[in-house]
């Protein structure tokens, strides 16, 4: 199966974006709007991030978008959103929206934004975004300045062995550094989903289902493999996606 990701970002993007994974975090506490010029970089942004049958739209909203569910932190202060939209009578559709919205996220951490994917407590009669065809709005994403740009410094992973089928401690640099990036990326309630095993110069990655989460973590790795020739490959059962280094490892 193609990959539409393959070579689509400039590697310039993905370092940039590397850089600022660590930076990023989902924050829920926003301390005002974003300035005149970050906002029409936001719009730029999510016009040239996004992988074809998918799109992102930034538009305005009300404090009150957000609305508080029961063991997950409430929201406040966002002024702006994202609408993470997607075709979905392409395969795969959600994941290229993962992808393409995380690559946006990104972006909106390099403006010294901060951002929280949402995909279930936010008044959808607020989002006022025509949809055609199979379109579906598949998430937001809140935006603003963060009240605690040093935000990250209080995220929580498991340990990398902890995701792993086999040892990390045995795999080439390469390998190790793309599960680092995946583990750092956002996934519904925390659960960080992704599972991880190498053998030789292949890397596996295991998903439950190609959805966001899954889309996300495959930008993270697309970012950590920006300057190591490889290839992408599904499974037959589509459960999880092969990465093979193409060189010497």
């Given at each position: ?40 970089a ?54 290229w ?59 929580t ?42 053998s ?7 998903f ?42």
């Amino acid at each position: 199966m193609a990959c539409a990701w393959s070579g689509f970002y400039l590697q310039t993007q993905l370092k940039r974006w590397m850089q600022h994974i660590p930076r990023r975090f989902s924050c829920r506490d926003f301390s005002g709007p974003a300035q005149m010029a970050q906002k029409s970089a936001l719009h730029y942004a999510a016009a040239r991030v996004c992988l074809p049958h998918t799109r992102i739209v930034v538009q305005d909203c009300e404090p009150d978008m957000f609305y508080p569910i029961p063991f997950v932190t409430t929201i406040t202060g966002a002024r702006h959103y994202a609408a993470v939209i997607a075709d979905m009578a392409q395969e795969d559709a959600a994941l290229w929206a993962g992808i393409s919205g995380q690559a946006f996220v990104l972006e909106a951490t390099s403006l010294q934004m901060g951002t929280c994917w949402v995909a279930a407590n936010y008044r959808r009669r607020d989002v006022d975004i025509p949809l055609t065809g199979q379109e579906k709005l598949l998430a937001v994403i809140a935006l603003g300045i963060p009240g605690d740009p040093e935000g990250a410094s209080g995220r929580t992973r498991k340990p990398l062995k902890q995701l792993c089928i086999d040892d990390p401690a045995h795999w080439p640099l390469w390998a190790y550094q793309t599960a680092e990036a995946v583990r750092a990326a956002p996934s519904a309630m925390n659960r960080q989903p992704w599972r991880f095993s190498c053998s030789g110069n292949t890397m596996r990655l295991g998903f439950p289902r190609n959805n966001l989460d899954a889309g996300i973590a495959v930008l993270h790795a697309e970012c950590a493999l920006r300057d190591v020739p490889h290839t992408w490959r599904t499974s037959a059962q589509r459960s999880h996606w092969l990465v093979q280094h193409q060189g010497e490892t």
